[in-house]
């Protein structure tokens, strides 16, 4: 029988795919959004900055800021769930990622229900696939701030998919 | 609304200078915003092409402009904004919104918004949202 694969190797392939495709996005980095892993299950985490904000008196942050966390979080969420099969079973690896960056899917609509106030302080995303298929993926995202039980934006977006290099 | 120096209501949006938004007209519930590329606003490297959430902070803030020029109003906020992305926009160039606050209620905005790079002719994506309306004088 084979042996499992040490849990420290596990986690840092999976761990390493995801830096290397976050890190590619440079808007992502724009905005300072990073993603925490818990087995496949990510959370996009928007850290507040000042230059975030768009209404200065109040403060909130941009709607703009708020669409661009949801989206990033759709596009990350659906193309983690495209390449997690292929890196599991090792036909892709975080150096041959880096070498060869996977397309990511197209967005074909984008719709933002702005639910309440951002405020001026760290943000959480996490997105669902409701269904993706061959070329066209549908995905819901929610994002909340202190309470996760408490929205303060949601989303629905269409996604085309990239078509597999290898065919 | 700064109508006497329309980069002014960019230039109090920390967000818009951020992505260094321009104002290239407004008045009257319309308003045009230009947004320039930039490499930090990509969102595949693969191809250069811009985020799309870049072009939806664009025509946010340019349909919020649009419902702020609208005679008579005070504040607003972004209740939903629906963008349909037509294509992709062509790496290096400029892309300009254009939005139009077309129906005003005691308490809601209605806009549409297009925006295109150098080809004019073909947009890059097209919006349109519901915001909230405040009039001046707060008769609400």
Redesign the interface.
């Known amino acids: 029988m084979k042996h499992p694969e040490p849990v420290q190797r596990i986690k840092h392939r999976r761990d390493s795919a995801l830096q290397t495709l976050v890190g590619?996005?440079?808007?992502a980095?724009?905005?300072g959004i990073s993603f925490e892993r818990h087995g496949d299950e990510l959370t996009g985490v928007l850290s507040y900055d000042?230059?975030?904000?768009?209404?200065?008196i109040l403060p909130?942050?941009?709607?703009?800021?708020i669409?661009?966390?949801?989206?990033?979080t759709a596009?990350v969420e659906l193309s983690w769930a495209m390449l997690w099969d292929d890196l599991e079973t090792g036909r892709l690896t975080p150096e041959s990622m880096a070498q060869n960056?996977p397309?990511?899917p197209?967005?074909?609509?984008?719709?933002?229900?702005?639910l309440r106030?951002g405020l001026p302080r760290d943000a959480y995303a996490r997105a669902r696939v409701n269904r993706s298929g061959r070329r066209y993926a549908s995905v819901h995202v929610e994002a909340w701030q202190d309470n996760r039980a408490r929205l303060f934006a949601q989303a629905t977006g269409h996604f085309l998919m990239p078509q597999r290099r290898d065919g | 609304m700064p109508t006497q120096d329309p980069q002014a209501f960019i230039n109090?949006?920390?967000?818009?200078?951020?992505?260094a938004m321009r104002v290239e007209a407004l008045g009257n519930g319309r308003a045009e915003i230009s947004m320039p590329w930039d490499?930090?606003?990509?969102?595949?490297?693969?191809t250069g092409v811009?985020?799309?959430?870049?072009v939806?902070?664009?025509?946010?803030?340019c349909g919020?402009a649009a419902v702020l020029s609208y005679p008579g109003a005070s504040t607003t906020?972004?209740?939903?904004?629906?963008?349909?992305?037509m294509r992709?926009a062509t790496p290096g160039q400029r892309i300009t919104a254009r939005a139009e606050c077309y129906h005003v209620t005691r308490n809601v905005a209605f806009v549409r918004a297009t925006a295109h790079d150098e080809d004019a002719a073909n947009p890059v994506a097209t919006a349109s949202g519901a915001f909230t309306f405040d009039r001046q004088g707060g008769a609400a």
Do not use: C, W
């Open positions: 590619a996005i440079p808007y980095q724009f905005l000042d230059s975030l904000i768009g209404n200065p909130a942050l941009h709607g703009g800021v669409a661009s966390f949801l989206e990033v596009i960056l397309r990511l197209k967005t074909i609509d984008f719709t933002v229900d702005y106030t | 109090a949006l920390p967000f818009a200078r951020a992505l490499p930090r606003f990509v969102g595949d490297p693969a811009i985020h799309g959430g870049a939806s902070a664009l025509m946010d803030t919020g906020a972004t209740i939903d904004l629906r963008i349909d992305y992709a």
